[in-house]
Protein backbone atom coordinates (compact mmCIF):
# COMPACT_ATOMS: atom_id res chain seq x y z
CA UNK A 1 0.00 0.00 0.00
CA UNK A 2 1.66 3.04 -0.89
CA UNK A 3 1.31 6.38 1.63
CA UNK A 4 1.69 9.57 1.57
CA UNK A 5 5.29 9.09 3.44
CA UNK A 6 6.57 6.69 0.70
CA UNK A 7 5.00 8.16 -1.93
CA UNK A 8 7.08 10.29 -4.50
CA UNK A 9 5.56 11.53 -7.77
CA UNK A 10 7.75 11.89 -10.35
CA UNK A 11 8.02 15.09 -12.20
CA UNK A 12 7.69 15.95 -15.97
CA UNK A 13 9.04 19.33 -17.05
CA UNK A 14 8.05 20.58 -20.75
CA UNK A 15 10.71 22.10 -23.14
CA UNK A 16 8.72 22.98 -25.87
CA UNK A 17 4.84 23.65 -26.56
CA UNK A 18 3.63 21.52 -29.35
CA UNK A 19 0.34 21.11 -28.62
CA UNK A 20 -2.09 24.29 -28.06
CA UNK A 21 -5.93 23.13 -26.11
CA UNK A 22 -8.58 25.51 -26.26
CA UNK A 23 -11.55 24.51 -23.77
CA UNK A 24 -13.43 26.35 -25.35
CA UNK A 25 -17.05 25.87 -23.81
CA UNK A 26 -15.86 24.57 -20.42
CA UNK A 27 -18.49 21.42 -19.52
CA UNK A 28 -21.11 22.53 -21.57
CA UNK A 29 -22.38 19.23 -23.71
CA UNK A 30 -25.53 18.24 -25.65
CA UNK A 31 -24.91 14.72 -24.65
CA UNK A 32 -24.44 13.54 -21.00
CA UNK A 33 -22.28 10.49 -21.21
CA UNK A 34 -21.86 7.82 -18.66
CA UNK A 35 -18.01 8.15 -18.69
CA UNK A 36 -17.54 11.27 -19.19
CA UNK A 37 -14.34 12.34 -16.66
CA UNK A 38 -15.58 15.78 -17.06
CA UNK A 39 -19.37 15.37 -16.24
CA UNK A 40 -20.15 17.08 -19.26
CA UNK A 41 -23.72 18.11 -19.82
CA UNK A 42 -26.61 20.16 -21.40
CA UNK A 43 -26.85 21.60 -17.58
CA UNK A 44 -23.39 21.92 -16.61
CA UNK A 45 -22.53 25.60 -16.97
CA UNK A 46 -20.14 25.57 -13.93
CA UNK A 47 -17.31 26.60 -15.79
CA UNK A 48 -17.98 30.11 -18.48
CA UNK A 49 -17.35 29.64 -22.64
CA UNK A 50 -14.03 30.92 -23.61
CA UNK A 51 -13.81 34.07 -25.78
CA UNK A 52 -12.27 35.04 -28.24
CA UNK A 53 -9.99 37.98 -26.59
CA UNK A 54 -8.57 35.05 -24.47
CA UNK A 55 -7.83 32.94 -27.83
CA UNK A 56 -5.64 35.57 -29.20
CA UNK A 57 -3.85 36.59 -26.07
CA UNK A 58 -2.90 32.81 -25.51
CA UNK A 59 -1.98 32.59 -29.55
CA UNK A 60 0.30 35.69 -28.61
CA UNK A 61 1.84 34.66 -25.56
CA UNK A 62 3.05 31.22 -27.59
CA UNK A 63 6.20 30.35 -29.91
CA UNK A 64 3.93 29.55 -33.16
CA UNK A 65 7.24 28.67 -34.95
CA UNK A 66 6.85 25.34 -32.31
CA UNK A 67 3.26 24.82 -32.40
CA UNK A 68 2.57 21.59 -34.13
CA UNK A 69 -1.54 21.22 -33.62
CA UNK A 70 -4.23 23.50 -31.86
CA UNK A 71 -7.25 21.43 -30.29
CA UNK A 72 -10.50 22.43 -30.04
CA UNK A 73 -12.46 21.15 -27.04
CA UNK A 74 -15.30 21.16 -24.55
CA UNK A 75 -17.92 20.22 -23.80
CA UNK A 76 -18.77 20.07 -27.10
CA UNK A 77 -17.49 23.02 -29.08
CA UNK A 78 -19.60 23.17 -31.78
CA UNK A 79 -21.93 25.01 -29.33
CA UNK A 80 -19.23 27.82 -29.19
CA UNK A 81 -21.28 30.75 -31.30
CA UNK A 82 -17.64 31.64 -32.71
CA UNK A 83 -16.54 28.18 -33.29
CA UNK A 84 -16.19 29.58 -37.10
CA UNK A 85 -13.85 32.52 -36.40
CA UNK A 86 -12.37 30.66 -33.73
CA UNK A 87 -11.45 27.99 -36.41
CA UNK A 88 -10.29 30.82 -38.66
CA UNK A 89 -7.84 32.51 -36.05
CA UNK A 90 -6.12 29.12 -35.12
CA UNK A 91 -5.68 27.51 -38.85
CA UNK A 92 -3.73 30.42 -39.78
CA UNK A 93 -0.80 28.89 -37.61
CA UNK A 94 -1.32 25.42 -37.71
CA UNK A 95 -3.70 22.54 -37.78
CA UNK A 96 -6.51 22.60 -35.92
CA UNK A 97 -8.38 19.11 -34.47
CA UNK A 98 -12.20 19.74 -33.31
CA UNK A 99 -12.90 16.65 -31.02
CA UNK A 100 -16.52 16.41 -31.21
CA UNK A 101 -19.39 14.11 -31.05
CA UNK A 102 -20.57 15.31 -34.90
CA UNK A 103 -24.37 14.82 -33.85
CA UNK A 104 -24.91 18.63 -34.87
CA UNK A 105 -22.73 18.09 -37.86
CA UNK A 106 -24.89 18.62 -40.98
CA UNK A 107 -24.06 18.63 -44.96
CA UNK A 108 -24.25 22.69 -44.70
CA UNK A 109 -22.15 23.04 -41.53
CA UNK A 110 -19.80 20.59 -42.91
CA UNK A 111 -19.57 22.31 -46.33
CA UNK A 112 -18.72 25.24 -44.48
CA UNK A 113 -16.07 24.10 -42.72
CA UNK A 114 -14.43 21.99 -45.75
CA UNK A 115 -14.38 25.59 -47.49
CA UNK A 116 -12.56 26.92 -44.18
CA UNK A 117 -10.29 24.57 -44.74
CA UNK A 118 -9.61 24.77 -48.27
CA UNK A 119 -9.05 28.56 -47.92
CA UNK A 120 -6.41 27.53 -45.35
CA UNK A 121 -2.47 25.86 -45.91
CA UNK A 122 -3.51 23.99 -42.78
CA UNK A 123 -5.85 21.10 -42.04
CA UNK A 124 -8.76 20.57 -40.05
CA UNK A 125 -8.93 17.27 -38.55
CA UNK A 126 -12.54 15.82 -36.87
CA UNK A 127 -12.17 13.87 -33.39
CA UNK A 128 -15.22 12.11 -33.56
CA UNK A 129 -16.48 10.15 -30.25
CA UNK A 130 -18.32 7.08 -31.04
CA UNK A 131 -17.91 4.38 -28.34
CA UNK A 132 -19.07 1.55 -29.67
CA UNK A 133 -19.79 -0.09 -33.24
CA UNK A 134 -23.38 -1.42 -31.70
CA UNK A 135 -25.68 1.38 -31.98
CA UNK A 136 -27.98 -0.57 -28.31
CA UNK A 137 -24.28 -0.48 -26.97
CA UNK A 138 -23.27 2.74 -27.79
CA UNK A 139 -27.02 4.39 -27.08
CA UNK A 140 -26.57 3.16 -23.54
CA UNK A 141 -23.33 5.05 -22.85
CA UNK A 142 -24.27 8.08 -24.24
CA UNK A 143 -28.12 8.69 -24.65
CA UNK A 144 -30.52 7.18 -27.08
CA UNK A 145 -30.56 8.16 -30.56
CA UNK A 146 -26.24 9.84 -30.25
CA UNK A 147 -25.35 6.79 -32.54
CA UNK A 148 -27.93 7.58 -35.79
CA UNK A 149 -27.14 11.33 -35.20
CA UNK A 150 -23.21 10.93 -34.97
CA UNK A 151 -22.82 8.28 -37.56
CA UNK A 152 -24.83 11.12 -39.84
CA UNK A 153 -22.27 13.34 -38.61
CA UNK A 154 -19.46 11.43 -39.98
CA UNK A 155 -21.30 10.56 -43.00
CA UNK A 156 -21.73 14.37 -43.76
CA UNK A 157 -17.72 14.81 -43.05
CA UNK A 158 -16.90 12.16 -45.65
CA UNK A 159 -18.99 13.15 -48.42
CA UNK A 160 -17.31 17.09 -47.52
CA UNK A 161 -14.07 15.26 -48.18
CA UNK A 162 -12.98 15.17 -44.27
CA UNK A 163 -11.32 11.68 -42.76
CA UNK A 164 -12.68 11.51 -39.07
CA UNK A 165 -10.78 9.66 -36.09
CA UNK A 166 -13.02 7.94 -34.11
CA UNK A 167 -12.40 7.61 -30.58
CA UNK A 168 -13.84 4.98 -28.37
CA UNK A 169 -13.64 3.92 -24.80
CA UNK A 170 -13.66 -0.26 -24.46
CA UNK A 171 -15.94 0.17 -21.67
CA UNK A 172 -17.05 -3.77 -21.88
CA UNK A 173 -13.49 -5.02 -21.45
CA UNK A 174 -14.29 -6.43 -25.17
CA UNK A 175 -10.98 -8.21 -27.17
CA UNK A 176 -9.08 -5.37 -28.66
CA UNK A 177 -8.82 -7.33 -32.03
CA UNK A 178 -12.69 -7.67 -32.28
CA UNK A 179 -12.97 -4.09 -30.76
CA UNK A 180 -11.03 -2.46 -33.62
CA UNK A 181 -12.12 -5.11 -36.23
CA UNK A 182 -16.08 -4.28 -35.38
CA UNK A 183 -15.55 -0.31 -35.82
CA UNK A 184 -13.56 -0.55 -39.69
CA UNK A 185 -16.85 -2.69 -40.53
CA UNK A 186 -18.72 -0.17 -39.90
CA UNK A 187 -16.85 2.14 -41.34
CA UNK A 188 -16.40 0.09 -44.58
CA UNK A 189 -20.20 1.89 -45.14
CA UNK A 190 -18.29 5.14 -45.84
CA UNK A 191 -16.24 5.83 -49.27
CA UNK A 192 -13.09 6.76 -48.10
CA UNK A 193 -9.83 4.38 -46.87
CA UNK A 194 -9.87 4.36 -43.18
CA UNK A 195 -6.45 3.10 -41.65
CA UNK A 196 -5.42 2.59 -37.57
CA UNK A 197 -4.40 6.13 -37.64
CA UNK A 198 -8.21 6.86 -38.21
CA UNK A 199 -9.21 5.04 -34.39
CA UNK A 200 -7.92 5.98 -31.18
CA UNK A 201 -8.99 3.50 -28.57
CA UNK A 202 -9.00 5.27 -25.25
CA UNK A 203 -8.59 3.76 -22.04
CA UNK A 204 -11.17 5.00 -18.80
CA UNK A 205 -10.39 7.59 -16.69
CA UNK A 206 -12.09 7.16 -13.54
CA UNK A 207 -13.23 10.36 -12.70
CA UNK A 208 -16.69 12.61 -13.15
CA UNK A 209 -19.10 10.36 -14.20
CA UNK A 210 -17.39 7.44 -14.84
CA UNK A 211 -16.64 7.78 -10.70
CA UNK A 212 -19.87 7.80 -10.32
CA UNK A 213 -21.53 5.24 -12.95
CA UNK A 214 -18.92 2.67 -12.68
CA UNK A 215 -15.88 2.72 -10.13
CA UNK A 216 -12.96 5.17 -9.29
CA UNK A 217 -9.05 4.73 -8.75
CA UNK A 218 -8.03 2.55 -6.08
CA UNK A 219 -5.19 3.97 -3.97
CA UNK A 220 -1.99 2.26 -5.09
CA UNK A 221 -3.25 3.39 -8.95
CA UNK A 222 -0.36 6.10 -9.31
CA UNK A 223 2.65 6.95 -11.60
CA UNK A 224 5.59 6.02 -8.93
CA UNK A 225 9.34 6.49 -9.80
CA UNK A 226 9.85 3.09 -9.74
CA UNK A 227 7.06 2.50 -12.63
CA UNK A 228 7.98 5.87 -14.53
CA UNK A 229 11.28 4.41 -14.88
CA UNK A 230 9.56 1.82 -17.58
CA UNK A 231 7.35 4.76 -19.05
CA UNK A 232 9.18 7.02 -21.78
CA UNK A 233 7.97 10.79 -20.95
CA UNK A 234 7.19 12.14 -24.65
CA UNK A 235 4.34 8.94 -24.03
CA UNK A 236 2.96 11.92 -21.56
CA UNK A 237 0.67 14.70 -23.18
CA UNK A 238 1.59 16.84 -20.47
CA UNK A 239 5.73 16.62 -21.92
CA UNK A 240 4.36 19.31 -24.70
CA UNK A 241 0.77 20.35 -23.96
CA UNK A 242 -1.08 22.76 -22.20
CA UNK A 243 -5.04 23.38 -22.24
CA UNK A 244 -6.16 27.22 -22.13
CA UNK A 245 -9.47 27.48 -20.49
CA UNK A 246 -11.81 30.28 -19.22
CA UNK A 247 -9.87 30.19 -15.53
CA UNK A 248 -6.58 29.91 -16.51
CA UNK A 249 -3.73 27.40 -17.86
CA UNK A 250 -3.96 23.63 -16.91
CA UNK A 251 -1.54 20.92 -17.97
CA UNK A 252 -3.94 18.35 -19.68
CA UNK A 253 -7.52 18.03 -21.03
CA UNK A 254 -8.04 15.11 -17.94
CA UNK A 255 -7.36 18.01 -15.30
CA UNK A 256 -9.08 20.87 -16.25
CA UNK A 257 -11.83 20.01 -13.60
CA UNK A 258 -9.28 19.65 -11.07
CA UNK A 259 -7.68 22.54 -9.30
CA UNK A 260 -4.29 20.46 -8.79
CA UNK A 261 -3.86 20.34 -13.15
CA UNK A 262 -4.02 24.57 -12.91
CA UNK A 263 -0.41 25.59 -13.95
CA UNK A 264 -1.27 29.08 -14.52
CA UNK A 265 -3.58 32.27 -14.82
CA UNK A 266 -1.74 32.68 -18.70
CA UNK A 267 0.98 30.67 -20.93
CA UNK A 268 3.59 32.88 -20.29
CA UNK A 269 3.72 32.89 -16.62
CA UNK A 270 2.81 29.03 -16.36
CA UNK A 271 5.08 26.49 -15.00
CA UNK A 272 7.03 24.46 -17.24
CA UNK A 273 7.28 21.95 -14.74
CA UNK A 274 4.32 19.34 -13.56
CA UNK A 275 4.53 16.24 -10.46
CA UNK A 276 2.47 13.18 -11.99
CA UNK A 277 1.27 12.68 -8.73
CA UNK A 278 -3.16 12.24 -9.61
CA UNK A 279 -4.65 9.28 -10.08
CA UNK A 280 -5.39 10.14 -13.87
CA UNK A 281 -1.64 10.39 -14.45
CA UNK A 282 -1.64 6.58 -13.97
CA UNK A 283 -4.44 6.50 -16.98
CA UNK A 284 -1.72 8.14 -18.93
CA UNK A 285 1.05 5.75 -18.02
CA UNK A 286 -1.33 2.79 -18.40
CA UNK A 287 -1.94 3.80 -22.10
CA UNK A 288 1.92 4.15 -23.43
CA UNK A 289 0.94 6.57 -25.94
CA UNK A 290 -0.27 9.91 -26.07
CA UNK A 291 -3.93 9.51 -24.59
CA UNK A 292 -5.19 13.07 -26.12
CA UNK A 293 -2.53 14.46 -28.89
CA UNK A 294 -3.05 12.31 -32.00
CA UNK A 295 -0.62 10.03 -33.05
CA UNK A 296 0.39 10.31 -36.56
CA UNK A 297 1.61 6.76 -37.43
CA UNK A 298 -0.07 3.28 -38.73
Known sequence: MLTTLSFQAPCIEMKELNNLWFNITGFTCNLKCRHCYLSCSPSNKSRKFLNMEKVKNALNEVNKSKLEEIYLCGGEPLLHREINNIIRLCIKHTNVTILTNA????????????QIELDSDYEIIFRVSLDHYKEHKNDEVKGKG????TMSGINNLVNSDFNPIITA?????????????GFFELLSQF????SEINLKILPAIKTGEYRANFCTYNE???????????TS??????????VITDDGVYVCPALINDPRG????????ASSKFFLELNTCYSCQCANSKLFNNEWRS
Open 103 to 114: TLINDKKARFLR
Open 146 to 149: SFKK
Open 169 to 181: VNLWGEDDEEFRR
Open 191 to 194: DIEF
Open 220 to 230: NELVTSESFKN
Open 233 to 242: PEKFDCANTR
Open 262 to 269: RVGENIRD
